[in-house]
């Protein structure tokens, strides 16, 4: 990747892949056309064309190549050197100082999603409790446009881009809020059909495994205390306000967590409390049924 003249981007992209193997980047290889695709301005298709035609790189453009792959090998996220994130339908803008979407996520969106489509009301309305990125809001309101959907970030450097998102999607029935979660929306108390959230659920003794998230993910997105269900507790009490009879709470946790966040939802009052898997069969995402009435307590909406 030093000589001076052109080089084919097939070699380029074998000699990219190689580096970042070596770097234990788990899919060197698509990690390495999403890079040199992005330092080219080629989507990945593109890219893949190319490199069958016996498209070569010139030198000049090989410097931003490398730089990419620089960053890349020193496991920093590639959403963070491109810039952006999928979800689902979605291209979101992320960097430092939000959490990066997952694909197990988009799992804990679907169940929202089908539990909005289920409503009988003709205007459902959701919340997103600790938005981050914007990515479950973005997508049950572009999924579900005849929903009302709310969501709430309290971190600065994370609400940056939010706005950006949320500016960038243009879901006309999505509202964002600065607020911490355990304020957020009174006026909807009562009212919401699924309130959502991916809470920080890692332990606080816990180190994550991946260098991504170990290093440059926002510690108050992954950590909840010493057992990783601080927030989980807040969230049930502000599902129980927010959510109107037969509302559903959802939440993402660890593979591990299922059992002792339907034993939290359960002691509050909620009902059906039922843990789903994800697509690797890893429990991904626990669900309950708001009550006729809070635990021990008259509901206003009931």
């Given at each position: 990747?030093?000589?001076?003249?052109?080089?084919?981007?097939?070699?380029?992209?074998?000699?990219?892949?190689?580096?970042?193997?070596?770097?234990?980047?788990?899919?060197?290889?698509?990690?390495?056309?999403?890079?040199?695709?992005?330092?080219?301005?080629?989507?990945?298709?593109e890219?893949?064309?190319?490199?069958?035609?016996?498209?070569?790189?010139?030198?000049?453009?090989?410097?931003?190549?490398?730089?990419?792959?620089?960053?890349?090998a020193?496991?920093?996220?590639?959403?963070?050197?491109?810039?952006?994130?999928?979800f689902?339908?979605?291209e979101?803008?992320?960097?430092?100082?939000?959490?990066?979407?997952?694909?197990?996520?988009?799992?804990?969106?679907?169940?929202?999603?089908?539990?909005l489509?289920?409503t009988?009301?003709p205007?459902?309305?959701?919340?997103?409790?600790?938005?981050?990125?914007?990515?479950?809001?973005?997508?049950?309101?572009?999924?579900?446009?005849?929903?009302?959907v709310?969501?709430?970030e309290?971190?600065?450097?994370?609400?940056?881009?939010?706005?950006?998102?949320?500016?960038?999607?243009?879901?006309?029935n999505?509202?964002?809020?600065?607020?911490?979660?355990?304020r957020?929306?009174?006026?909807?108390?009562?009212?919401?059909?699924?309130?959502?959230s991916?809470?920080?659920?890692v332990p606080?003794?816990?180190?994550?495994?991946?260098p991504?998230?170990r290093f440059?993910?926002?510690?108050a997105?992954l950590?909840?205390?010493?057992?990783?269900?601080?927030?989980?507790?807040?969230?049930?009490?502000?599902?129980?306000?927010?959510?109107?009879?037969?509302?559903?709470l959802?939440?993402?946790?660890?593979?591990?967590?299922g059992?002792?966040?339907?034993?939290?939802?359960?002691?509050?009052?909620?009902?059906?409390?039922?843990?789903?898997p994800?697509?690797t069969?890893?429990?991904r995402?626990?669900?309950?049924?708001r009550?006729?009435?809070?635990?021990?307590?008259?509901?206003a909406?009931?």
């Amino acid at each position: 990747m030093s000589s001076p003249g052109p080089v084919p981007l097939a070699a380029l992209l074998r000699a990219a892949a190689e580096r970042l193997a070596r770097a234990g980047i788990p899919d060197p290889l698509v990690d390495a056309e999403l890079l040199v695709g992005h330092a080219l301005g080629l989507s990945r298709g593109e890219l893949q064309a190319a490199a069958i035609r016996g498209d070569a790189v010139p030198a000049q453009a090989r410097e931003g190549v490398d730089a990419a792959l620089t960053r890349r090998a020193t496991r920093e996220p590639l959403q963070h050197i491109t810039g952006v994130a999928a979800f689902r339908h979605l291209e979101l803008s992320v960097g430092p100082g939000v959490f990066v979407p997952r694909p197990e996520t988009e799992m804990l969106a679907q169940l929202a999603i089908d539990a909005l489509r289920a409503t009988a009301a003709p205007s459902p309305v959701a919340v997103d409790l600790g938005t981050g990125s914007g990515a479950i809001a973005l997508a049950l309101a572009t999924e579900v446009p005849h929903a009302a959907v709310y969501a709430a970030e309290n971190s600065v450097d994370a609400f940056i881009w939010t706005k950006e998102n949320f500016a960038r999607v243009g879901a006309p029935n999505a509202t964002l809020a600065f607020i911490d979660l355990d304020r957020a929306f009174p006026e909807l108390d009562g009212t919401v059909s699924v309130v959502v959230s991916n809470p920080p659920y890692v332990p606080d003794e816990a180190i994550p495994r991946d260098p991504e998230v170990r290093f440059f993910d926002p510690p108050a997105a992954l950590y909840g205390g010493a057992d990783g269900l601080d927030v989980v507790r807040v969230l049930s009490g502000v599902g129980l306000r927010l959510a109107h009879p037969g509302g559903m709470l959802v939440i993402e946790h660890g593979e591990w967590q299922g059992a002792a966040i339907r034993e939290i939802l359960s002691a509050d009052g909620w009902l059906a409390a039922a843990t789903h898997p994800d697509l690797t069969q890893r429990d991904r995402a626990t669900t309950a049924i708001r009550p006729p009435r809070p635990a021990g307590a008259q509901g206003a909406a009931d």
